[in-house]
Every structure is written in structure tokens, then in C-alpha cells.
């Protein structure tokens, strides 16, 4: 989660109408640690500690990118704060289908970059029509 994600996750956050079930998180903007870090400080901020959270992708499909560096160190612009919840300890492919699984039909909504959910189809393809893939335009 990089400044502009978290401004995306405070959005849906505010949606009263929106089901927030996963969100899985990988490299883009800063580290893949940094972005679970940044995701979990934007939902304790929020009091949406009920939202899991997992570990995904810290690198790209075909290359060995990790990360670019953007908003800062952190990728929040150098904002820290200590939190106290964890990303669940599962793996985020199956997690995902778990919730897919449970629903007519999922939206999935993209942020950052897509390798989590290339992976996702990639392990479960039978999943295909029940999800419809709302993008982020970067």
C-alpha cells in the first residue's frame, strides 16, 4: 500500500454498501513488507481491523522486480505507527478462493499490480466467472 492505495482503501472503507472480504497485498510502490505494514496501519486508523489482510506477491511475474520506489521510504511517505494486528498466516491463493467460494459473485478490485490475481486464476481457473476484476487506472 502506497499513498494512492491508501487513499483507495480509505475510499472503499467508506463505502457502506461494500462487503470488504480479503485484501491481499504484493510489491508495486514499495516492498512487499512495507505494503502489508501500510495496509494494516490504514485499517487500525480506520477501526476496520475486521478486514484480513494477507501476505501475497513480493515480486513480479517475469522478472525479479520487487518494487519501485515511490511515496517515500515506506511508501507512505515515511508515516509510521506500531500496529497490533497481524496479516493472517495462510496462504493468500487458497484464501482467496475461500472467499470466491463462498460467493455468487466477487468483485476484486486492483490497486496495484495484478500478480496476485494472475497467480489466483492461474491455481484455481474454475474461478473465473465468479469474479469480475475492477482495475485502478495507475
Given at each position: 500500500t502506497g499513498i494512492d492505495d491508501?487513499?483507495?482503501l480509505i475510499t472503499a472503507c467508506a463505502q457502506k454498501d461494500l462487503d470488504i472480504q480479503l485484501i491481499t497485498c504484493c510489491f508495486g510502490n514499495t516492498t512487499i513488507q512495507n505494503s502489508?505494514?501500510?495496509t494494516l496501519i490504514?485499517?487500525?486508523?480506520?477501526?476496520r481491523t475486521d478486514i484480513p489482510v494477507c501476505v501475497g506477491e513480493s515480486k513480479s511475474l517475469n522478472s525479479n522486480i520487487e518494487h519501485i520506489s515511490a511515496h517515500g521510504v515506506n511508501g507512505l511517505g515515511g508515516y509510521?505507527?506500531?500496529?497490533?494486528?497481524?496479516a493472517l498466516n495462510v496462504n493468500?491463493?487458497?484464501?482467496?478462493?475461500e472467499v470466491v467460494s463462498t460467493n455468487?459473485?466477487?468483485?476484486?478490485i486492483a490497486c496495484g499490480p495484478y500478480t496476485n490475481i494472475a497467480k489466483y486464476i492461474q491455481t484455481y481457473p474454475q474461478d473465473?466467472?465468479?469474479i469480475k476484476l475492477i482495475n485502478h487506472p495507475h
Open positions: 491508501a487513499v483507495a502489508v505494514t501500510n490504514v485499517l487500525e486508523l480506520l477501526n509510521t505507527k506500531q500496529v497490533s494486528t497481524k493468500y491463493i487458497d484464501k482467496m478462493h455468487e459473485l466477487t468483485y476484486i473465473i466467472n465468479k
